[in-house]
């Protein structure tokens, strides 16, 4: 008798089967996953660009501070970077030359035995000269553009471009 | 304990591994989460570490561009491991690395008055320290500091020196 009432009572309030609460967690877990994962790598590029920039930038200043003192100095020719197609003259070999610029972008890239020559596919330094609205000063561009590591696109992802308003001498 | 006494089947040995092979699946694809938050939390640091770099780089460069006059390096291709300058204010000024490996910056007169500001690490984890002063007007330098997982991280700059009227070589 009281078997039979708590049979009873059992069918009437049925839950979940093991097999139902296991394919409910399947496609919760289906649907969680590509979207952390989605959350961590779009983050994690995020955060290369963030930790590349102070790098990228420093080279570039430098670079403008050289080129500046320079013109200074009365070693650096203008004209010969004027009228360019708009990006400019390319002159990452002689900025890749120096040491400590070679030495920074090999801690950028990684320091697995490589030589300066392997940094020309990864970025690009543009120098571009164009008259400005005051015809006293002269506008000096720089595009540093790059890649990241892993990356061997032909096409640069990332840059940064500076500009100084130079008196012309 | 009813659908056993009734006769009714409970779970196989089979199912159960079958939903432990699926479970251990789900989780190692879990775990690629976890694997990315990690990496995630690593560059975090790093950018954390670099962008004190850059930091350290731009307090150099505002200290530097207006100073009066450098005292050491003298004008050569050679590097050095120290700048010695007068600030915009006359006060005696010095970069270098102490025997802690922190980047400091002393100001002597303040220094010597007993005043807080008279010492200021920069950078801390420093290895190297590194000055060249091609012309008169212009300080190349380089910082190479460590992280907590021993990576190395370098930043190149220049600095083109502003007070140029007043200073000399």
Redesign the interface.
């Known amino acids: 008798m009281n078997t039979n009432v708590i049979q009873n009572n059992r069918k009437a309030r049925q839950g979940l089967s093991l097999l139902e609460v296991m394919l409910a967690v399947v496609i919760f877990i289906l649907g969680i996953i590509p979207l952390l994962r989605l959350f961590s790598e779009g983050g994690l590029a995020q955060q290369k660009v963030i930790r590349d920039f102070p790098v990228t930038l420093s080279i570039a200043e430098r670079i403008l501070m050289t080129i500046e003192n320079e013109i200074d100095e009365g070693r650096f020719d203008t004209a010969m970077f004027t009228g360019t197609d708009g990006n400019g003259v390319d002159i990452t070999e002689s900025v890749i030359e120096n040491q400590e610029v070679s030495m920074a972008l090999e801690k950028f890239y990684g320091t697995d035995n490589q030589s300066a020559t392997r940094f020309l596919t990864q970025c690009r330094v543009l120098l571009s000269t164009k008259p400005s609205s005051d015809p006293n000063l002269i506008e000096i561009t720089i595009r540093f553009l790059w890649n990241d590591r892993d990356t061997n696109s032909k096409d640069f992802k990332h840059g940064i471009e500076l500009h100084l308003l130079k008196g012309k001498i | 304990m009813?659908d056993m006494i009734n006769g009714k089947k409970g779970?196989t040995i089979v199912e159960i591994c079958v939903?432990a092979v699926?479970f251990a699946m789900?989780m190692g694809?879990?775990t690629?989460?976890f694997f990315?938050?990690k990496?995630?939390l690593d560059?975090?640091k790093?950018?954390d570490d670099?962008?004190d770099?850059?930091v350290a780089?731009t307090q150099i460069?505002t200290e530097l561009s207006y100073g009066n006059r450098v005292l050491f390096p003298p004008v050569s291709n050679r590097s050095f491991s120290q700048i010695l300058f007068m600030n915009d204010r006359n006060e005696l000024v010095v970069f270098f690395r102490d025997e802690d490996a922190k980047l400091k910056l002393i100001n002597y007169e303040k220094f010597k008055a007993g005043e807080k500001s008279g010492e200021r690490v920069i950078a801390r984890n420093t290895i190297e320290f590194?000055a060249e002063r091609p012309?008169a007007?212009?300080i190349?330098y380089?910082v190479?500091i460590t992280d907590e997982k021993n990576v190395?991280?370098?930043?190149?700059?220049?600095?083109?020196m502003r007070n140029?009227e007043t200073n000399g070589p």
């Open positions: 009813l779970v939903y699926i789900f694809m879990a690629g989460v990315w938050a990496k995630s560059v975090t790093r950018t670099l962008q770099l850059r780089s460069n590194q012309d007007n212009l190349k380089f190479r190395e991280h370098v930043i190149a700059n220049a600095v083109k140029t």
